[in-house]
């Protein structure tokens, strides 16, 4: 499986986490590139962003 499938699985993963699940899948997955993290940010319920930066801090 590719690079891309690997991305639809974190993706899919990502979708079905809860907010602490989504925050520890997008501050420790290595190798995407921008667009797939800003593809992930999206998905990332706006409400929580605010602990979403401290986790990243």
């Known amino acids: 499986m590719g690079q891309n499938g690997n991305f639809e699985m974190i993706k899919e993963r990502f979708r079905n986490a809860n907010v602490d699940e989504k925050i520890q899948i997008y501050t420790t997955t290595q190798g995407l590139t921008v667009d797939q993290f800003k ?6 319920p706006l409400q929580h962003l605010d602990k979403l930066e401290r986790a990243m801090g």
């Open 39 to 44: 593809e992930l940010l999206r998905m990332f």
